[in-house]
């Protein structure tokens, strides 16, 4: 399999990958993994956009799962099930080890993300990171909708990424050169189904509590985690530095 190349290689394999498009990189993720690979939608435009192109590639032959954190607005679950009702694509949920959640809240309150960085990250990695891990443990490889444009933190971001955190498996992530209005141009010029809190100045959209509409002028995530600076707000799920190009 390519994930084992020798090192040496894996740099020109970069250069091959980079130079194709989010269709083509797709393709050969598939050919490449078959079922050892997996769609993580948040179910954000980019989930619309990555679900309706392996549609076309595979019909509902290709697996999606997304992490439920309990915390989630309803327009998400709106979007899941358009999604599923559209494609015929079973969406693989993951929730949060309820022991853990309990002793987090009996011990910090439910609020706990407003108080501190550090009390976020843990809520973050009991409800989010966690899940991630479970659903991540028996792949090859997972398929993000990561873009460089979104935070400073995915600036440096490539095509595909050897993901460090989670065994060396590969990250492809297709869209990582996209712009946010490629994004709605694909989504407009196919009528796809997407998250309606979109319509009301939600770019980003993360947990209830700690997502709030951008004002205009503002970066497309500066409502995820609002209270903290740029270089903090990360979930854990996509950790600068976890990766590396291929």
């Not at 309150?109 to 443990?137: D, Q, T």
């Not at 297709?174 to 209005?181: A, E, K, M, R, V």
């Not at 947990?207 to 995820?224: F, H, M, Q, S, Y």
């Amino acid at each position: 399999m390519f994930y084992n190349l020798a090192r040496d290689d894996w740099g020109t394999k970069s250069v091959e990958l980079e130079r194709l498009s989010a269709e083509e990189l797709l393709e050969w993720a598939f050919q490449t993994f078959q079922d050892g690979i997996a769609f993580a939608s948040s179910f954000q435009a980019e989930s619309s956009v990555l679900i309706d192109m392996a549609h076309r590639l595979r019909g509902s032959d290709f697996r999606v799962f997304t992490l439920d954190t309990g915390r989630l607005n309803q327009e998400t679950y709106d979007c899941m099930d358009a999604i599923r009702q559209r494609y015929g694509v079973a969406v693989e949920v993951y929730f949060p080890d309820a022991l853990k959640v309990q002793e987090m809240v009996r011990t910090h309150g439910l609020n706990l993300f407003y108080s501190s960085v550090e009390l976020r990250k843990l809520c973050c990695a009991i409800r989010k990171v966690e899940p991630l891990n479970r659903a991540l443990r028996d792949l090859k490889a997972w398929i993000t909708g990561l873009r460089r444009e979104q935070a400073v933190t995915r600036a440096a971001a490539r095509k595909v990424e050897l993901d460090k955190d989670h065994g060396g498996i590969l990250k492809i992530n297709p869209l990582i050169d996209w712009s946010y209005d490629q994004v709605w141009d694909y989504i407009r010029e196919h009528n796809l189904p997407y998250n309606r809190l979109h319509d009301q100045s939600y770019p980003s959209i993360g947990c209830a509590p700690c997502t709030r509409a951008v004002k205009p002028g503002e970066n497309l995530r500066a409502g995820r985690w609002w209270w903290e600076k740029p270089e903090t707000k990360e979930c854990g799920l996509h950790m600068r530095g976890a990766g590396e190009g291929i």
